[in-house]
């Protein structure tokens, strides 16, 4: 996987957490998270079936919420360097879509995309690296 897969990799996994935090992950909430992805991302050439895979892993495996963020912020920390602040913005855009996609959002997804804020805030992308792309 590149790194910048790797990346979406991680937003599927933070997405997961988010989904969780509110319960079982519904077959309703996936395919909006699927849509939401592919809408946020579309004009990218990027494999969006990452999302079913992280779905299809994370139940199985049944992990909780924040080992999924533990590992999804440790991917991006690994995969940094393509980090652009449009990537950073879009991640997001993405988790709060996920977050309202099935009304009310809970103090347990609010508190998960704050946490998420405020954790990527801090992690800055090399122009180098993210601007060949």
Request: with cysteine.
């Amino acid at each position: 996987m590149t790194p910048l897969e790797s990346l979406h990799y991680a937003i599927g996994e933070l997405a997961y957490a988010v989904a969780r935090a509110d319960g079982n992950v519904q077959k309703e909430e996936r395919k909006k998270f699927h849509n939401i992805v592919e809408a946020e991302l579309r004009c990218k050439d990027y494999a969006f079936d990452i999302s079913d895979i992280v779905f299809q892993i994370m139940d199985k495996d049944k992990i909780d919420s924040e080992t999924t963020y533990k590992w999804a912020m440790d991917e991006i920390r690994l995969n940094s360097h393509y980090l652009s602040p449009k990537l950073k913005e879009t991640f997001i855009t993405v988790m709060e879509k996920v977050a309202k996609a099935f009304p009310p959002v809970t103090v347990n997804e609010q508190s998960l995309i704050d946490r998420f804020k405020k954790d990527i805030a801090v992690i800055n992308g090399d122009p180098v690296f993210y601007e060949k792309i």
